[in-house]
């Protein structure tokens, strides 16, 4: 069953430019993985220190295997001390 995930990451004052080359850095190996459908990242126009990722996977399996790889695990290296807040992200199914 397919999953889509929803982050948001909350950067420190001063370092938005530095989260989004982190995101930029990491978007096209993650959508090169087998078990990526769709990635998509947002910056929100209201509050410039807030960022999305939205994501689909084939299915569980492949999200797990692309939390496990390097170029994920040093993404979250690199962006966690830029970043005001723990990244929040949900795992949904598709209701309607």
Known sequence: MEIFI???????????????AALREVVPPS??????????V????????????HSRWKDEAAFDEHARLPHTTKFIERVEPLLDHRVEAQRCQLLM
Not at 31 to 40: D, M, Q, T
Not at 42 to 53: C, G, K, L, N, T
Request: proline fraction near 3%; charge should be neutral.
């Open 6 to 20: 929803f982050a948001r990451f909350q950067a420190r004052p001063g370092s938005e430019t530095e989260v989004e």
């Open 31 to 40: 959508r090169a993985e087998a078990g990526c459908v769709s990635l998509h």
């Open 42 to 53: 947002f910056r929100s126009i209201r509050d410039s220190q807030v960022f999305y990722i």
